[in-house]
């Protein structure tokens, strides 16, 4: 199934990557859907005939020295708008920091809740020297952008966990029982209307439940090495923050989420990517939207022709 996906990122989006670039807003953080969209991408351009010289989280970006020709690539996910509005908030220092170079947002879903903040960021896109390619992952987001924002180019694509390859990490299984993935935070809507089996299990993703244990030993650390930094004048955080999520705390992340689906038989998701991931794995699938119709959109445009998942 992923290859098909593939396919239309090699069509769509490998054209728009003509120099090399920087990769920005890395997850360093526990959400097992946004770490997948970080390796996805990650297996995504390495097919593409350029490098990059450069990536980074939110708390790690540093602004670097670029050539103009150099291409800002941001992280997909669904962060697009106010609702986790530290994300837009990093674009828009980064489109200060870099006013002529081009930009490629990759696929996101878009909410706004505040319209002072929607007509702010239309200005700061607008005046951007650069080219601005924005893809969309849903036809809401996709005609919203379209209509309201000036001086951008707006690709549809696909979430681009769907080019998943879980054989990497997992040999699928059959698993046992029924799982509600149920999430708790400000995407979360009142569920009692899905009619879920009684016998369900409900979890969210195991390590927003409980940090793995060598992301917890870290986060203590950290403290002590900001210090340090502090007093040497050093860039130690950074530098061991980027290379422990890179090279191990990303693996660990990913492992745990696969293994967590993979036990179950069947899915009832409020989560978009435990949908994919179960998809994925062949589990039976049921999908329930967020708060603002991110799940449904992702779905009714790329998911509802495979044959083991439907929406609720």
């Known amino acids: 199934m992923e290859t098909t996906y593939k396919k239309i990122f090699e069509k769509d989006l490998f054209p728009l990557i003509t120099n090399d ?20 991408t990650l297996d995504l351009l390495k097919n593409v005939n350029h490098k990059c010289i450069y990536s980074s989280s939110i708390e790690t970006y540093r602004k670097q020295q670029l050539p ?4 800002i690539i941001f992280i997909g996910g669904g962060n697009w708008g106010d609702l986790w509005k530290r994300h837009h908030d990093f674009r828009r220092k980064v489109l200060n920091d870099y006013p002529k170079n081009p930009i490629i947002q990759l696929p996101q879903s878009v909410f ?10 239309i200005e700061i896109f607008s005046k951007h020297k650069g080219d601005i390619t924005i893809c969309l992952r849903d036809e809401n987001s996709y005609n919203f952008v379209s209509k309201t924002y000036n001086n951008v180019n707006v690709l549809l694509l696909p979430d681009l966990v769907l080019t998943f390859n879980v054989n990497k990490y997992i040999t699928p299984k059959k698993g046992t029982g029924i799982l509600f993935n149920k999430r708790e935070d400000s995407e979360a809507i009142i569920y009692t209307n899905y009619n879920i089996p009684f016998e369900a299990t409900t979890r969210d993703w195991p390590s927003i439940e409980k940090l793995p244990f060598n992301i ?18 050093t860039n130690a955080y950074c530098c061991i923050t980027d290379y422990l999520y890179k090279n191990f705390f990303k693996n660990t992340i990913i492992k745990s989420g696969v293994s967590f689906v993979n036990k179950y038989d069947t899915v009832y998701s409020t989560r978009l990517h435990v949908a994919i991931l179960a998809t994925l794995l062949n589990k039976k699938v049921y999908a329930i939207d967020n708060s603002y119709g991110k799940v449904k959109g992702v779905y009714n445009l790329w998911m509802k022709d495979i044959a083991n998942i439907k929406m609720l």
């Open 21 to 40: 670039y920087i990769l920005l807003d890395l997850p360093y953080f526990t959400n097992v859907g946004d770490v997948l969209i970080w390796q996805s």
């Open 68 to 71: 103009q020709e150099c291409i």
């Open 216 to 233: 917890k030993v870290y986060n203590k650390l950290i403290p002590y090495i900001k210090r340090i930094d502090a007093l040497l004048k």
């Open 112 to 121: 706004f809740k505040d319209s002072t903040y929607l007509q702010e960021d």
